[in-house]
């Protein structure tokens, strides 16, 4: 019988956390709450982690808030390992002002373990100019190489 453990936890409706676990080795975790304020303000964060079996391992972080006047900000970070070797982090932020007026940037690096080839890209937003990305590939020596298709 494939057994599952699932667990959860609401604590005065503003946290909450989720854990499961199979017995052949996948374990997911999930963590997240808000907090409001009396002028509109908001704030909150999440956390989700993995773990498998055979090593591989994530973990994701974000938060959230707005301000009274209607600005807002925003930030992600992930990474993940495989149990080959191969990595992928990410980190990106958002903001906005009051007016509306955005900004986002985003960059990921992602490594091969089979090919040790490593990709690093970005993209970014402003209000009013749009978004712009770059890309760039690398082998384990430092040679700038094909990122090849998707």
Not at 40 to 67: M, Y
Not at 110 to 119: D, F, K, L, P, R
């Amino acid at each position: 019988m494939n057994r599952r453990n699932f667990f959860i936890l609401l604590a005065a409706g503003s946290a909450a956390s989720l854990s499961y676990a199979e017995p052949g080795g996948l374990a997911m975790h999930r963590h997240g709450g808000f907090a409001a304020g009396s002028q509109g303000e908001l704030a909150g964060a999440s956390a989700r982690g993995f773990s498998t079996a055979s090593g591989g391992q994530g973990l994701r972080v974000g938060k959230v808030q707005r301000q009274a006047d209607g600005s807002a900000s925003a930030s992600m970070n992930a990474s993940a390992t495989t149990s080959q070797g191969g990595t992928y982090e990410r980190q990106g932020t958002y903001s906005r002002d009051a007016q509306g007026n955005g900004t986002a940037q985003r960059s990921t690096q992602m490594t091969n373990a089979q090919t040790g080839v490593t990709m690093d890209a970005s993209r970014a937003y402003t209000s009013g100019s749009g978004v712009s990305r770059s890309a760039t590939c690398h082998d384990a020596s430092g040679n700038t190489v094909s990122c090849g298709s998707r």
